[in-house]
């Protein structure tokens, strides 16, 4: 069982950065894959960026990338995701999710994710 909680969502204006955290609990936080998901209002859940197990393998969506940067510290069982040159389109309500590492897989769907967080609200005015 993992549970993840995120941080660091915010206003900010457009070109401006924020760095989310996804801080997970249990001691085998290196044992699981994760991914930065989004969600707004009236759309699907659009899939960011994700990380395997030990940070050597990460994968983005088109849409960020070049702008958006995921990272881990399976020290501090916590997964980043470094947002630059924020955009009014990149609104949205950010969450983290995890699957066991022998799961993962770059790109995957959310569909096969297993533990998700409540999620930190990111609003980038124009």
């Known amino acids: 069982q993992v549970q993840l909680v995120e941080s660091g969502g915010g206003l900010v204006q457009a070109g401006g950065s924020l760095r989310l955290s996804c801080a997970a609990s249990g001691r085998t936080f290196s044992m699981y894959g994760m991914g930065w998901f989004r969600q707004t209002p009236g759309k699907e859940r659009e899939f960011v960026a994700a990380i395997s197990w030990s940070g050597g393998s990460t994968y983005y969506a088109d849409s960020v990338k070049g702008r958006f940067t995921i990272s881990r510290d399976n020290y501090k069982n916590t997964v980043y995701l470094q947002m630059s040159s924020l955009k009014p389109e990149d609104t949205a309500v950010y969450l983290c999710?995890?699957?066991?590492?022998?799961?993962?897989?770059?790109?995957?769907?959310?569909?096969?994710?297993?533990?998700w967080g409540q999620g930190t609200q990111v609003t980038v005015s124009s």
């Open positions: 999710a995890a699957v066991p590492s022998r799961r993962w897989s770059a790109g995957m769907a959310g569909s096969s994710y297993d533990y």
